[in-house]
């Protein structure tokens, strides 16, 4: 094996390997690491921002981003907990409708789709920068939140509602189902599927894409549209773990999100990037967050090491992509 292919495999595989020397020494500095129990605490904990995240691959590999998915998966929950306890009504139209659990939860993902729509439609029709019309998203989307909560939280959901975020299947918590089966889903979609094969083309050389007669137009807005169900998704996890709908819920997530995609190898360039990748960075972040929290690392220094691992991860992109050009 020469020095070329051998970088090239260090590359392919440097998310791997990252985790993998991560758990080695993790263990030999935390007794609590390598357990059952604190697994499974890894993954639960990683479910939400998975979720986000896989959301995030499908746009950034678009060649957008999308600073709302955190704002989204806060509203999509306080519509989901505002209609399961009180209802729909509609005073001028004497309507008045109440929703059962799996109908709020349908609700929920709907509102996140909805909202990604209006990225995408925004982003296409108007040509606005995808930065510009997420960040407008962004403060939309808190602002219905905070009318529709009353800026208090919704509480007392009910068992049922709660088995989406603290229910377990078979030994396994419920949300690390949900991560596995979205997961499992975006790869097959993003590997095998047609709608996959054109959102690489598009990421990669959109002037292309569209002299091929691709509809990029439409394909963009699918892409936005599937963050924003995603983040719902998100949302209905958050807001069943916690038995409450908080009006500030989903603060700050999507710079989670984006630094687990970046870390997963997915370029901020556009065209280039997996799923599978993006699962291996957020279990990085995870195990991370873990470890540092069972060193008893202060609060502070975890963010400035998350911060300078997520620098690292961009920069290595960057000189990657310098090689590839030139």
């Not at 995808?130 to 909560?149: D, Y």
């Not at 939280?153 to 949900?178: E, Q, R």
Request: aromatic content about 6%; overall charge positive.
């Amino acid at each position: 094996m020469n020095s070329e292919t051998l970088s090239a495999n260090l590359n392919r595989f440097r998310s791997l390997l990252a985790l993998g020397l991560m758990v080695i020494a993790l263990s030999f500095l935390s007794d609590q690491f390598l357990t059952a129990d604190n697994g499974f605490n890894i993954l639960r904990q990683i479910s939400v921002n998975l979720c986000l995240s896989i959301g995030m691959t499908l746009v950034i590999v678009s060649g957008g981003i999308d600073l709302s998915v955190g704002a989204i998966l806060g509203l999509a929950g306080a519509v989901a907990a505002g209609l399961l306890k009180h209802g729909l009504s509609i005073p001028s139209l004497g309507v008045a409708l109440v929703f059962t659990t799996s109908g709020a939860i349908l609700a929920g993902v709907l509102v996140g789709g909805a909202a990604g729509w209006a990225n995408g439609f925004v982003i296409t029709r108007f040509r606005l920068p995808p930065f510009v019309a997420t960040l407008g998203m962004l403060s939309i989307a808190r602002g219905l939140t905070m009318l529709w909560t009353g800026g208090f939280p919704i509480t007392g959901l009910g068992d049922t509602f709660g088995a989406v975020g603290t229910g377990s299947f078979l030994g396994v918590p419920m949300p690390v189902w949900i991560m596995a089966a979205m997961a499992a889903l975006f790869v097959v979609v993003t590997k095998k599927s047609r709608f996959g094969r054109h959102l690489y083309a598009v990421g990669g050389n959109e002037r292309a894409a569209r002299l091929t007669g691709l509809r990029v137009n439409r394909i963009k807005i699918a892409v936005y549209t599937l963050a924003g169900a995603l983040a719902g998704v998100a949302g209905l996890i958050v807001t069943s773990r916690l038995d409450s709908a908080q009006p500030n819920a989903g603060l700050g997530y999507e710079l989670d999100s984006i630094a687990a995609v970046v870390i997963g190898g997915t370029s901020l360039s556009g065209g280039r990037g997996t799923v599978i990748g993006t699962v291996l960075g957020c279990l990085i972040i995870g195990v991370l967050n873990n470890g540092l929290f069972l060193l008893n690392v202060s609060p502070f220094w975890q963010q400035v090491i998350k911060g300078g691992v997520i620098l690292l991860a961009v920069a290595i992109d960057k000189m990657n992509s310098n090689e590839r050009d030139a």
